[in-house]
């Protein structure tokens, strides 16, 4: 029997009709959700993300604002401007897209991003309240994902998580999502000596490795809930993850198709935290009224 299908894109749409109500209440409040995104240089695929980050926006009737810049941006004029959107009452998320041209620290610019503003999660204030439990904008990746399990009614705690790929954006604040849920939660990566032992073992594996249909049917236990985060292509020019599709489906419990999986969720959580933000500033106003 085939595994069951997480489908992302019908997960999105549920929650970007939740959002899209919220967005309309609070602008009857006089506040619109505000988002920023900065856009340095011509890269195509983070041209797309772009794209489709605004196209969400205006969608939940969200105010967008894309500002591009040249390949040839300095790392102080982008600082500039990340500092100007800082004091944008109008502005309540601020984007940088990734990758920057290759003069400019990717750090230095997160860390410039008030953590107020950092609705991608990953200003390390933010992630050192992920880590603690605490409130805080997470990384929408990981976030969505989270999403996904719940909606589908899937248990998390007392599970074995095992997540492949450690990146800062993917693969570590899965596995602390995850921890935070009460599940026990292994890492594999490059260095990992012989990941299929730990794969294997796992009652929901997470794939972020950026490497097509790594994870086959021997990798991955029967009934396992497999998500696959990644996003490749193929010798064909096919979109693709990092996980066999045809093969695992046949094996796994439950299974994220690539297109149509983990991606939509990525952006629905940007426009979540977005909101989340405007809430935010809403809640100050009504303090300071209340005090007044």
């Known amino acids: 029997m085939s595994a069951v299908l997480i489908d992302g894109k019908q997960i999105a749409k549920k929650k970007k009709n939740e959002i899209a109500q919220e967005v309309e209440t609070l602008k009857k409040a006089g506040i619109t959700p505000g988002l920023a995104v900065i856009l340095v240089g011509n890269n195509s695929a983070s041209q797309t993300y772009v794209k489709s980050k605004q196209k969400s926006c205006l969608e939940l009737g969200m105010y967008s604002l894309l500002i591009e810049m040249p390949e040839s941006t300095s790392e102080q004029e982008l600082l500039n401007k990340i500092d100007e959107l800082n004091k944008d009452d109008a502005i309540h998320g601020i984007l940088v897209q990734l990758p920057l041209p290759s003069q400019i620290n990717e750090s230095n610019i997160i860390e410039a991003i008030i953590p ?86 796992a009652d929901i594996l997470v794939v972020a490795i950026g490497r097509a249909n790594f994870i086959t049917a021997d990798y991955v236990k029967k009934g396992a809930v497999v998500i696959d985060v990644g996003m490749n292509r193929n010798s064909e020019g096919k979109l693709c993850g990092d996980v066999d599709f045809e093969q695992v489906k046949e094996i796994a419990g439950y299974i994220t198709p690539v297109p149509g999986g983990v991606g939509p969720m990525t952006i629905t959580m940007l426009m979540y935290n977005t909101l989340k933000s405007a809430k935010w500033v809403q809640q100050k106003l009504q303090s300071t009224s209340e005090v007044r």
């Open 116 to 201: 107020e503003k950092d609705v991608d999660g990953f200003h390390p204030i933010n992630i050192g309240k992920m880590m603690t439990g605490k409130d805080a904008f997470l990384p929408c990746t990981p976030y969505g994902v989270m999403v996904m399990l719940k909606e589908m009614d899937i248990e998390i705690a007392g599970r074995h998580v095992v997540v492949v790929g450690r990146s800062n954006i993917v693969g570590k604040p899965s596995g602390q999502l995850f921890l935070n849920e009460n599940a026990t939660v292994t890492y594999c990566h490059s260095k990992t000596v012989d990941i299929k032992s730990f794969t294997k073992s």
